[in-house]
């Protein structure tokens, strides 16, 4: 009696069938499934009508003459090549100004991640009710609006009704009227708004490492210094790199706190940052190129400090 050539499945026996095709969504042969892009490409389209054409403009204004005579059609615009950027670049102030930006946005930066990760791991020690007291309180540090966050600190360091010279016994000292004080109070208030995103997000992570690992730890007698440094940072790392670039980002483009608290950028311009420079030139001066060219300028600082960041990590064999 001779074998059947077929299971009861009726499946074939011997050589296996060769599947033609591929299935849907799958692969391609030495290359990249096109699906993940099909999804991305509305929020792409959105984000390129919001992001891509106002750069545009703005890149094409800072090559121009635009002043309030060309807003107003008196005069034609006219192509100035690198004129503007040549104006800018050759003016003491704007180097003073870019210095002020970038010790100013690394003081808020370090400050912010400082306080947003040791917030993060308190939070990790405390119980419950402390910890949604501390979380709600947080939240709604971040939640309020810069104009509102910048006028309540400037009440708080008032010099004649503030609560803060009467409790340190500085009478009637003036917090903006001196450069660094006034820097000092403007850190002071970008800090309390900005923390929260990185103490949320940091606390996030931390809860998702394996509570064995910091057991682990802690009975090989490491502080919780040591525990931080050598355990959850290097496993925080990437959620650390998404915070430090965001932060970078946010300070190095304050507007409102330095602007409202400062009255415009202090005595004799003497708080002006980038972002308050530009608002100057642009509608103070009604140079709107060299406005436009400080915009640029900004943009490029960081495009560049993003990338040369993430290259670095790259070298490390960090995977982002």
């Known amino acids: 009696m001779t074998a059947s050539?077929?299971?009861?499945?009726?499946?074939?026996?011997?050589?296996?069938?060769?599947?033609?095709?591929?299935p849907r969504g799958a692969p391609r042969p030495g290359g990249r499934s096109v699906t993940p892009w099909l999804y991305l490409a509305p929020a792409l389209v959105v984000l390129g009508g919001l992001l891509v054409y106002p750069v545009y403009q703005l890149g094409l204004i800072s090559f121009l003459e635009y002043t309030q005579a060309q807003v107003s059609g008196g005069q034609p615009a006219t192509f100035q090549g690198l004129g503007n950027?040549?104006?800018?670049?050759?003016?003491?102030?704007?180097?003073r100004v870019l210095l002020a930006t970038v010790v100013f946005a690394a003081a808020c930066v370090l400050c912010t991640l400082a306080a947003g990760c040791a917030l993060a791991v308190l939070l990790t020690r405390v119980r419950a009710v402390p910890r949604l007291a501390l979380m709600l309180a947080a939240l709604g540090a971040w939640a309020t609006p810069a104009v509102t966050g910048s006028t309540v600190?400037?009440?708080?360091?008032?010099?004649?009704?503030?609560?803060?010279?009467?409790?340190?016994?500085?009478?009637?000292?003036?917090?903006?009227?001196?450069?660094?004080?006034?820097?000092?109070?403007?850190?002071?208030?970008?800090v309390w708004c900005s923390f929260p995103f990185v103490m949320v997000t940091v606390y996030a992570g931390i809860r998702a490492v394996p509570s064995e690992v910091l057991e682990a730890a802690?009975?090989?007698?490491?502080?919780?210094?040591?525990?931080?440094?050598?355990?959850?940072?290097?496993?925080?790392?990437?959620?650390?790199?998404?915070v430090t670039i965001q932060s970078v980002i946010w300070?190095?483009?304050?507007?409102?706190?330095?602007y409202v608290m400062t009255n415009g950028g202090g005595i004799a311009g003497q708080n002006l940052v980038l972002n308050v420079y530009a608002y100057q030139k642009a509608f103070a001066s009604s140079q709107y190129s060299l406005g436009s060219a400080i915009g640029v300028v900004m943009l490029l600082i960081l495009l560049a400090v993003t990338l040369v960041y993430l290259r670095l990590l790259r070298r490390q064999g960090e995977e982002l």
Not at 87 to 94: K, M, N, R, S, V
Not at 160 to 182: E, M
């Open 5 to 22: 050539p077929t299971s009861p499945q009726g499946v074939v026996r011997g050589r296996p069938r060769v599947l033609r095709g591929r």
């Open 251 to 258: 300070d190095f483009k304050v507007f409102t706190q330095i």
């Open 218 to 242: 802690a009975l090989d007698g490491a502080s919780q210094w040591r525990i931080w440094r050598s355990v959850l940072a290097p496993m925080l790392r990437p959620i650390l790199v998404v």
């Open 85 to 95: 950027y040549a104006e800018l670049f050759g003016d003491d102030q704007f180097w």
């Open 153 to 190: 600190w400037l009440l708080l360091f008032d010099a004649d009704f503030g609560p803060v010279n009467k409790i340190l016994g500085l009478g009637d000292h003036s917090w903006t009227y001196g450069r660094y004080s006034a820097f000092l109070l403007v850190l002071l208030e970008v």
